[in-house]
């Protein structure tokens, strides 16, 4: 049960910073779904945590909004810190 809430945590965390690099690049829902063919509907689900994001998603994700891997993981120690 610990390791599906860290998972959580991961996803949740990841989620927020596509949110955040993405808007930094001024780029839409849709703009970014099409870059790496899923729907607006699937990145806004891995925006919330709602689904997870496969690390091919995530690479690609990071180059696309001028970031790294490294970046859109940042903070997964600080999360799992707050329990």
């Not at 001028?66 to 810190?81: C, F, H, M």
Request: aromatic fraction near 6%; glycine fraction near 6%; charge should be positive.
């Amino acid at each position: 049960m610990a390791n599906d809430l860290n998972a959580q945590g991961f996803y949740v965390v990841v989620g927020g910073n596509i949110e955040k690099y993405r808007k930094l690049q001024n780029d839409s829902l849709q703009s970014l779904a099409e870059k790496i063919g899923v729907t607006k509907k699937t990145v806004h689900r891995y925006e919330r945590a709602e689904i997870r994001i496969s690390i091919e998603k995530l690479i690609q994700v990071a180059s696309i909004l001028n970031t790294t891997v490294e970046e859109l993981t940042s903070g997964i120690l600080k999360y799992d810190d707050t329990k």
